[in-house]
């Protein structure tokens, strides 16, 4: 279970972002250059971590598997519950968006959260999902580095490409209506996000 990982790191997680403040600040912009002209009302964060993305946008409740990371979202303001993606402990229809931001990629089964996200999204609610893609310099550089760290967070990512994201996006009654994309390498982004909206059943 991936997420055991993010147990014994969550102070050191945390301070990546300070210490990678242009980057973060990168993905910060590109994911609230989608969700900015959007009307909002309660909003989920899945793999919230440390709400370094909740608590900046305004997304009011973040969940995690990891118990840790709770601990310092919800210092930053966040309304935090422990749960698994797979299986949200959430009724239908209670929330006007989900975000999932790098977190697809340590998921046992990715299909069962997207359709888990599109349950407790009310009709037309939006979806918001961030990856780095696995054929980006970066998803490749993380994924050789996994082969070797065996045991550290790297090794346990499965990251997806483009094609692969939309494909689940869609498989999970999404209907992808935008996309942004930062940190190009080689003239490919290591960081996209994609907006989806849940038309409801």
Same mark, same amino acid.
């Given at each position: 279970?991936?997420?055991?990982?993010?147990?014994?790191?969550?102070?050191?997680?945390?301070?990546?972002?300070?210490?990678?403040?242009?980057?973060?600040?990168?993905?910060?912009?590109?994911?609230?250059?989608?969700?900015?002209?959007?009307?909002?009302?309660?909003?989920?964060?899945?793999?919230?971590?440390?709400?370094?993305?909740?608590?900046?946008?305004?997304?009011?409740?973040?969940?995690?598997?990891?118990?840790?990371?709770?601990?310092?979202?919800?210092?930053?303001?966040?309304?935090?519950?422990?749960?698994?993606?797979?299986?949200?402990?959430?009724?239908?229809?209670?929330?006007?968006?989900? #975000?999932?931001?790098? #977190?697809?990629?340590?998921?046992?089964?990715?299909?069962?959260?997207?359709?888990?996200?599109?349950?407790?999204?009310?009709?037309?609610?939006?979806?918001?999902?961030?990856?780095?893609?696995?054929?980006?310099?970066?998803?490749?550089?993380?994924?050789?580095?996994?082969?070797?760290?065996?045991?550290?967070?790297?090794?346990?990512?499965?990251?997806?490409?483009?094609?692969?994201?939309?494909?689940?996006?869609?498989?999970?009654?999404?209907?992808?209506?935008?996309?942004?994309? #930062?940190?190009?390498?080689?003239?490919?982004?290591?960081?996209?996000?994609?907006?989806?909206?849940?038309?409801?059943?």
């Amino acid at each position: 279970m991936s997420w055991r990982a993010f147990e014994r790191i969550a102070e050191k997680y945390d301070e990546w972002y300070d210490e990678n403040r242009d980057i973060y600040e990168a993905e910060l912009s590109c994911l609230r250059s989608l969700m900015s002209m959007r009307e909002r009302g309660p909003c989920l964060e899945v793999g919230v971590g440390t709400g370094r993305f909740a608590a900046p946008l305004r997304v009011e409740f973040g969940l995690d598997a990891a118990f840790s990371p709770l601990l310092i979202a919800k210092k930053r303001g966040v309304q935090v519950v422990q749960g698994r993606a797979e299986s949200l402990p959430f009724r239908d229809s209670s929330f006007r968006c989900v #975000t999932m931001v790098v #977190t697809l990629c340590f998921l046992e089964d990715k299909s069962a959260a997207l359709r888990e996200a599109a349950r407790v999204l009310r009709r037309r609610g939006r979806l918001y999902i961030c990856v780095i893609p696995s054929d980006s310099p970066l998803g490749k550089r993380y994924t050789k580095r996994g082969e070797y760290e065996s045991g550290s967070i790297y090794s346990l990512a499965r990251f997806v490409s483009r094609g692969e994201l939309l494909a689940l996006i869609g498989e999970s009654g999404f209907l992808p209506m935008g996309e942004c994309h #930062t940190l190009i390498e080689e003239g490919v982004p290591n960081f996209l996000c994609m907006e989806a909206v849940y038309p409801g059943g």
